[in-house]
């Protein structure tokens, strides 16, 4: 079946009525990408005017679609629901705090059709939380990886990141199983880093670009995706163990050998995120079982089991067949 349009945008929303608007606005009516593309909002309850702004949109875009169920999601899971109604040759994710640059998605669409790659990665501006500054992202590269190259690149963290929106991918990837997707429970945080990795499983080639073409804006309020917790390393541990398992459930050697080669990195990640908690007034009790999970985690040499484990209640709501 040919595919309706050329690229499909997912957008998860929650209480977003602060940024929605200028998200869509850069996104339905800024872009010189002259191809048909659809937009996808899975918006959960929200307690302002998000869903009269996104309808306000939809009024003037019939490509725009917008998925409001009568209850929470969170953010993996309504990412997940709007994968499954995509129907463009490729799909892309965006947040709704954020905007995109004019040339985003003509970029992105060139990057991938000409590369013919699986995944196209593109470079981004970060607006600073507290000055409301502009950055360029300082490590992107271009490059063109084969798929073990594509995971060290990713597990390092560097010049690829985990985030959904720096990334396009072939809808072909949605065509293969098992994807993987955080879906619970609500709290969860680096839950986009998960379903990326499910997705680089069937990614053979992946090209990246140093160029920048997305917003990614901390100076606006509380949102799905920019709320803050206090329990920032353990949900980081759960992730990578949600990653890992995966990767051990579907045999992918290429990937596991880079997992395990940038744990280094991981446990620097987990030490940062500690001090955040404990800032936030985490105990003795949280940091010994944070650093209890992480041993468990580093042991590769025996394979992680879900059952009766740390992460157990995130991969039961996470396994996607």
Not at 101 to 117: H, N, R, T, V
Not at 258 to 265: C, G, I, S, V, Y
Not at 284 to 295: D, L, T
Request: charged share 25%; hydrophobic share 40%; glycine share 4%.
């Amino acid at each position: 079946m040919p595919y309706k349009y050329e690229v499909s945008v997912i957008m998860p929303a929650y209480n977003s009525a602060k940024t929605i608007g200028r998200a869509l606005k850069s996104l339905l009516e800024e872009q010189d990408f002259a191809l048909p593309y659809e937009v996808i909002i899975e918006l959960d309850p929200s307690k302002d005017d998000t869903l009269a702004i996104a309808k306000s949109f939809q009024a003037k875009h019939p490509e725009l679609t917008i998925d409001a169920p009568e209850t929470r999601m969170g953010i993996g899971k309504s990412r997940f629901e709007g994968l499954m109604k995509v129907q463009g040759k490729y799909f892309y994710f965006m947040d709704a705090d954020d905007y995109l640059s004019k040339d985003c998605l003509s970029s992105l669409y060139k990057g991938i059709e000409e590369s013919g790659a699986d995944c196209f990665n593109c470079s981004f501006y970060w607006i600073d939380s507290s000055k409301g500054k502009t950055r360029r992202f300082m490590f992107a590269r271009n490059a063109v990886l084969n798929h073990k190259q594509a995971f060290m690149a990713y597990f390092n963290d560097a010049s690829m990141r985990g985030f959904c929106w720096s990334k396009i991918y072939s809808s072909e990837i949605l065509k293969k199983r098992p994807l993987l997707c955080l879906g619970a429970p609500l709290d969860s945080q680096f839950e986009d880093a998960v379903l990326n990795c499910s997705l680089l499983h069937f990614s053979n080639k992946v090209a990246m670009s140093k160029k920048a073409l997305y917003y990614y804006d901390h100076s606006q309020g509380e949102s799905a995706m920019s709320s803050k917790r206090n329990n920032r390393a353990f949900r980081h541990v759960v992730v990578f163990a949600l990653e890992r398992y995966y990767l051990e459930q579907v045999a992918d050697s290429e990937a596991l050998s880079a997992f395990k080669h940038r744990l280094f990195r991981s446990y620097l990640s987990i030490r940062y995120d500690l001090s955040l908690d404990k800032k936030s007034g985490a105990d003795k009790a949280y940091v010994s079982k944070v650093k209890k999970c992480f041993s468990l985690l580093k042991n590769m040499s025996v394979p992680l089991k879900k059952e009766g484990s740390f992460f157990e209640e995130d991969a039961n709501g996470a396994w996607k067949d």
